[in-house]
């Protein structure tokens, strides 16, 4: 069982530059959702879809792009990366919100901007 | 809207207990508990819905306050596994969103 794939595990970056951070799940699950991860900040919400065709901004949207064109992918991407992005990426999916399914993570992608 | 957790570190002594809180200015629908080991993604460990429930997972339980959407996180008789830092997540009454919280960092030493 796949679970939930994102790839790649790694990556660098210069200022400025483009990328897409890649999701897949193949568990049919509705709810997908983007996080961050800082030291001392915890996980982060960047943006979520309930579904096909719907996304929404979390707290931290700024910078960062979603399409939900199909169940299974939900890319991320950053449009001009800024040393502020380096972070740890993980991307999450549940059946649903609001139906109390637990979340499932990727392995996460380690950014670094320079 | 992201739940703050308390502490924010902890050491312990194997065999020691320990609890760790997580609180929300939202009204929750339901509260669940993930732990983090260095380097991984983060694993669910259990779910509470509202209604004040208490959960049990081997020696880790859990509780959740809707009046006061807090939960808390009960580790006894901790072990060297326990080691990692934990998150609470949240789903609020309305909207989509499921936030997680700041963290704790929880050490077990021998």
């Known amino acids: 069982n796949a679970g939930v794939t994102q790839t790649p595990k790694f990556q660098v970056l210069k200022t400025g530059q483009s990328m897409t951070l890649q999701c897949a799940q193949d568990m049919n699950h509705e709810y997908m959702s983007w996080y961050r991860q800082d030291p001392g900040m915890g996980l982060r919400l960047i943006h979520y879809?309930?579904?096909?065709?719907?996304?929404d901004q979390g707290e931290v949207p700024n910078g960062y792009n979603v399409s939900r064109s199909t169940t299974e992918d939900f890319p991320l991407r950053l449009l001009s990366a800024a040393p502020s992005q380096t972070s740890v990426y993980f991307c999450a999916s549940s059946y649903s919100v609001g139906g109390a399914q637990p979340q499932h993570f990727g392995d996460g992608t380690r950014l670094s901007i320079l | 809207q992201q739940p703050v957790q308390s502490p924010q570190a902890v050491i312990l002594r194997e065999g020691e207990d320990a609890v760790i809180n997580c609180s929300s200015s939202?009204?929750?629908?339901?509260v669940h508990w993930y732990r983090q080991k260095h380097g991984e993604a983060p694993v669910f460990l259990m779910i509470?819905?509202?209604?004040?429930e208490q959960k049990g997972h081997d020696k880790i339980s859990a509780s959740f306050n809707e009046k006061k959407q807090q939960s808390s996180l009960y580790l006894t008789a901790s072990q060297l596994s326990y080691s990692g830092t934990y998150f609470c997540?949240?789903?609020?009454?309305?909207?989509?969103?499921?936030?997680f919280g700041t963290g704790t960092s929880l050490t077990v030493i021998p």
């Open positions: 939202k009204a929750l629908y339901s």
């Open positions: 879809s309930v579904g096909a065709g719907i996304t």
């Open positions: 997540g949240t789903e609020v009454n309305t909207g989509n969103q499921f936030y």
């Open positions: 509470l819905l509202k209604g004040g």
